[in-house]
């Protein structure tokens, strides 16, 4: 099949959902506006800032003048550990009305105390400290008999509806494990009951062969644009080694893991010459205390962006109403993302 001229739908190993591809539809013309690039500067310190080391966040509390990463319980969580009072939220099991009761926590991730500075800017030293935090917390909660699971995520610009520029990231964990993760689980699951293997493992023995979709590589990670990406440069990080989760990273493993993500974020921004908005999120086996050999860990970036700063992909119309859809190939994204020089472009000039 030639990818590049015929309409195809690809399957999704870990969701078991298809995506169509219609790559001719990129030849359809554009005369949209071609955009300068962005070289807004925010304030190093930003006094109205809720997550700004000193300052009152909005629910009263005053921040440390933290100097690395500074991590707190969301003051407005989603998820709370004991269900209130009184509360009854079960279904009667005689009507089609299913309700249970979910429980969890929040916590809100500081990277540094730079207000200006993403992940991008921010060096791999630095970004060492975020992958470090990732991996207490990710222990630290996953250890409470109440938790099941610690999805670790970003949401980053405000297209993607981040209310703050200072550069975060969250933790929700809940008792359950949630749909998309409990989906992949599912798959790597058969996957490996039926081939006694890891179903990523095999993946990546295939992508590195035909080497068409990695972006770039360091001695622990590949970054590559999944076979059966969605978003126009989604993109995915896979440890070469078989772990199930963050907490089997060695001291290089994380050093590697922390330059991936930063060489990833500089390339983005250079893309767009812009702060390039994603959801990134870890996928990694339940905190369930089971071993989950079936679980290879991995990192998703969802991008927004197609043809520039000011130009996204919505995911509405035939997309909401019967599957994705793309019209950039895996293929052509990858190509474009690894072009991109790894020196940021406020860095260049
Ligand atoms: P986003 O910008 O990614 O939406 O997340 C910021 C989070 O920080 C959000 O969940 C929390 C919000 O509830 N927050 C606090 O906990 N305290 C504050 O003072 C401001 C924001
Ligand atoms: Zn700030």
Redesign the pocket.
Known sequence: MNFEESPHRRLNQLTGEWVLVSPHRTKRPWQGQQEEPDLALLPEYDENC??CPGNI???GAVNPRYADTFV?T????ALLPDLPEGSDVHSNNDTLLVAEPETGL?R?ICYSPRHDLTLARLGAARARSVVDVWCEEFRAVGERDDIGYVQIFE?RGSVM????PHP?G?IWATRNVPMYPATEGTRQDAYFREHDSCLLCAYLETELKQSERIVFENDSFVVLVPFWATWPFETMILPKRHMTSILEMDVTCRDDLADAMVRLNIRYDNLFQTSFPYSMGIHQAPSDGADNPHWHFHIHYYPPLLRSRSVKKFMVGYEMMAMPQRDLTAEAAAARIREQAEIHYLEQR
């Open positions: 809720y997550l966040r909005a629910g707190f969301n003051d407005f969580a929040c809100v949401n509806g981040c209310s703050n975060h969250q």
